[in-house]
């Protein structure tokens, strides 16, 4: 029996365009917290590392805040982002079409991410693409997460997917490097979260979105 092929997706920034929301979910925080609110260009690099790496680049006193402060922010920024998680995030254009795809060519697909599992979860099922995937590995799924290519590897074999029958399609430094380190094909986003320019990050395909990308993926099959 052929070996099937697995394809990991990287989710904010890769499937769906959540900075407009996160970043609100950010900004409530700061108002509530009493700190100066940042703007979509602002933090949009910032996005993809999670509540407290963007409450940190946008808030220089971050550091010297104690323990308890960063948590009941992080808290209310996972509280609030959670109950308006698709107020304005969607999915990258092209990413129905070639999930679909996928699923006539009998790909397995699973979400490798760095966001919460349940979030991540909640995402996937609002927006109506959970059902095209055989798994989600979340930040707190496994003991490691991006860029430990464990993060890959494990979720490959839950999968029953071997390595060199598979390949990841990220947006960022974090997915590259995760991927390099487990020897798996890179697709990278072009203009995803992340502070270096594509060109800096390991990558062996480079795409703007979905439209076109069977292509790619055929020349593995």
Not at 1 to 29: C, E, S, Y
Not at 34 to 59: D, F, I, Q, R, S
Not at 81 to 100: A, Q, T
Not at 181 to 201: C, D, F, M, Q, R
Request: proline share 2%; with cysteine; charged share 25%.
């Amino acid at each position: 029996m052929k070996q099937k092929f697995t394809i990991l997706f990287d989710l904010d920034g890769t499937l769906v365009d959540t900075a407009p929301d996160l970043i609100r979910a950010h900004n409530h925080v700061m108002r509530k917290f009493g700190y100066p609110t940042k703007t979509l260009g602002e933090l949009k690099n910032a996005v993809g590392k999670g509540a407290k790496a963007m409450m940190a680049k946008a808030n220089g006193q971050w550091k010297w805040f104690d323990e308890k402060i960063q948590n009941d922010m992080t808290n209310e920024f996972l509280s609030y982002y959670g109950d308006n998680i698709l107020h304005e995030s969607k999915l990258i254009n092209g990413v129905k079409e070639f999930l679909n795809w996928c699923k006539k060519e009998n790909i397995s697909m699973a979400v490798c991410t760095n966001k919460t599992e349940h979030l991540a979860v909640d995402l996937l099922k609002k927006i109506g693409i959970y059902d095209y995937f055989e798994y989600v590995a979340g930040y707190n799924t496994f003991e490691y997460c991006k860029p430990d290519p464990r993060h890959l590897t494990t979720t490959i074999e839950i999968l029953d997917g071997e390595i060199n029958k598979s390949i990841m399609i990220g947006d960022s430094e974090t997915d590259a490097n995760a991927a390099k380190a487990a020897e798996i094909p890179v697709i990278l986003l072009k203009y995803g979260y992340t502070e270096k320019h594509s060109n800096e990050i390991y990558h062996n395909h480079l795409i703007k979105d979905f439209v076109g990308i069977e292509k790619i993926i055929t020349q593995y099959l």
